[in-house]
């Protein structure tokens, strides 16, 4: 099994509800294949870098997962299917990237300065 992780852009139009329920079907597509989900980040509505559909915004929605490639091919064809989703992109994790995630989230990043001083 691989660590993957997936960024998906929703449309601005939705609902924080209706982007929650969203993202909750998507889940619910790799949880049933088998993966098993190590983060979910929510980043919430972000500017984009450049309009796509005519849009300036979108919900972004970050999911890291340790599955198999068949999941990866179910889930990607929900995603381009669903007309809720402007953009996704599935990244395969090496074990440099994979250390760096595991860092970030226990806070290893989040140290000041002078906190790292006084270490």
């Known amino acids: 099994m691989n660590q993957y992780e997936t960024v998906i852009v929703l449309t601005p ?3 924080e509800d209706a982007a929650k329920e969203a993202i909750a079907k998507f889940t619910s597509i790799l949880t049933d294949g ?3 989900i ?3 980040d929510n980043w919430g509505l972000r500017k984009l870098a450049y309009p796509i559909e005519k849009k300036g915004n ?3 929605h970050l999911t890291e997962y340790k599955s198999g490639g068949e999941v990866i091919s179910k889930l990607e064809l929900e995603l381009k299917r669903d007309e809720r989703v402007l953009r996704f992109l599935t ?3 090496d074990r440099h990237a994979v250390a760096y995630n595991e860092k970030k989230r ?3 990043f989040n140290k000041t300065k002078k906190e790292e001083a006084t270490a």
């Open 13 to 15: 139009l939705l609902s």
């Open 34 to 36: 088998g993966a098993e």
């Open 38 to 40: 190590i983060a979910e």
């Open 58 to 60: 979108g919900f972004f």
């Open 91 to 93: 990244v395969r994790l």
């Open 106 to 108: 226990s806070g290893a």
